[in-house]
């Protein structure tokens, strides 16, 4: 891969972060994405505002080699940490995407997994979302947490703090965060009026085969 394509996927991270605050998905500079290049990722910097965020100012990072290290003008994003282990353990992922979207927040900080309200909880990969368990953020313990509730998932939930998407692409995982949010809008509202009826892990592995072979070979998406 060459400079060029470098280039321009530091410019797409850059564009994905203003989208997300703009989508309403995120709000300041809480949320980070990352995205394989070759063997290396390359990460949102720590505490930039993204409307300042220049492609030049993204931190890359060797996905094997020594753990932690890092070039670039700005230290990586505080959460480096779940995302480079992600990257290292799933190699069908390409891209990470976390966000603070206000409902996903909402059931994050009770604690609860999203379950089967809908057939689109089959794009997390198993009829539940889960909410990994609480660690201070960039711990290892919350990258250990992380990658436990993302076992089986493409998604997860984490406790008190936010979401995880993930995806073979940077486009994916963007539309993936998007539908965990939505999920957990229409979990929270279902609450409010007497609670949802869940769909069955059968109704959702059998929602998962016809994802494999839907559409124009993206899988799930759209209808």
């Not at 995302?83 to 979207?101: C, N, T, Y």
């Not at 889960?130 to 993302?150: M, V």
């Amino acid at each position: 891969m060459s400079a060029d394509d470098e280039g321009g996927l530091r410019r797409q991270l850059v564009e994905a972060c203003r989208w997300m605050n703009a989508s309403g998905i995120n709000q300041g500079t809480s949320g980070n994405i990352s995205v394989r290049f070759g063997d290396r990722m390359l990460i949102t910097p720590s505490g930039v505002p993204y409307d300042r965020m220049a492609a030049r100012d993204i931190a890359s990072m060797p996905v094997e080699g020594e753990y932690g290290t890092w070039e670039g003008p700005l230290k990586p994003s505080s959460e480096w940490r779940f995302h480079l282990d992600i990257l290292r353990s799933r190699p069908e992922v390409g891209a990470v995407v976390h966000a603070h979207s206000t409902y996903a927040t909402v059931l994050a900080c009770t604690r609860r997994e999203i379950p089967a309200v809908h057939y689109m909880i089959a794009a997390a990969g198993g009829p539940t979302i889960r909410c990994a368990d609480f660690a201070t953020f960039g711990t290892e313990q919350l990258s250990r947490n992380a990658l436990a509730a993302l076992e089986g998932r493409t998604c997860c939930l984490l406790a008190n703090h936010g979401l995880i998407a993930t995806g073979a692409t940077l486009e994916r995982a963007q539309w993936l965060a998007v539908e965990v949010e939505t999920l957990a809008m229409q979990y929270h509202l279902s609450l409010a009026i007497g609670g949802p009826v869940i769909l069955s892990e059968e109704e959702i592995a059998a929602t998962i085969e016809l994802f494999a072979d839907h559409g124009q070979g993206g899988g799930a998406g759209n209808e």
